[in-house]
């Protein structure tokens, strides 16, 4: 029998939720999480089979929080629900090892079917998709002050350095960093620049 957690802020569309998803053969618990910080703490404990995880969540969003625990735990199956989610969100849980995406507005029948699939250990992309997938690239500008500011911090100066070789206040090079940070969906400079290594963005 399977577990799955399912992570909604929203408490009665959560229990709506997991009334359909119960109904998955199989699956003998739906456990519920409101928050993506919850999902983190608890996946250890919990060990699910499939994490359900909805994209618009209050503090830590379900994308950020989807590439965090796919990080820690790489054989994690996430499927990500969403009404709607940027091109480059998408591209950063695909990539990061999601199972796939599913509209909030899918039908019961093909909710469950979804979740069936990848509790089977199936992925919701066709090889061809995943092929393609790992050749794209996110679509995501930075300002040219925002990249200054990245390279900077790629080659390991400090706000007030980073400021100095661009004539800006400190306080200034903050406020590129939050605004760099908000746009990958990091939280602290060596996670931008890892990001920008990894997306291409520096080489």
């Not at 480059?88 to 093909?110: H, Y």
Request: hydrophobic fraction near 45%.
């Amino acid at each position: 029998m399977s577990m799955l957690l399912l992570c909604d802020d929203h408490r009665v569309v959560r229990e709506a939720l997991a009334a359909l998803l119960s109904a998955v053969p199989g699956v003998s618990t739906v456990s519920q999480a409101g928050s993506a910080e919850e999902v983190l703490a608890r996946y250890p404990v919990l060990r699910p089979d499939a994490v359900v995880m909805d994209v618009r969540l209050p503090g830590l969003d379900g994308v950020t929080a989807t590439v965090r625990l796919l990080e820690e735990h790489p054989d994690a199956r996430v499927v990500v629900l969403s009404g709607e989610v940027r091109e480059d969100d998408r591209l950063r849980v695909l990539q990061a090892g999601a199972r796939g995406f599913l509209p909030k507005d899918i039908d019961a029948v093909g909710l469950r079917a979804a979740v069936s699939l990848v509790l089977a250990g199936g992925d919701l992309l066709s090889p061809a998709q995943r092929r393609a997938l790992a050749h794209e690239r996110p679509r995501l500008t930075l300002s040219p002050r925002e990249l200054q500011v990245l390279e900077g911090m790629a080659a390991g100066r400090s706000n007030a350095q980073i400021g100095r070789s661009l004539w800006l206040s400190e306080d200034t090079v903050k406020v590129h960093a939050k605004k760099l940070y908000a746009k990958t969906g990091v939280h602290d400079r060596a996670a931008a620049v890892a990001w920008a290594f990894r997306s291409g963005v520096l080489a």
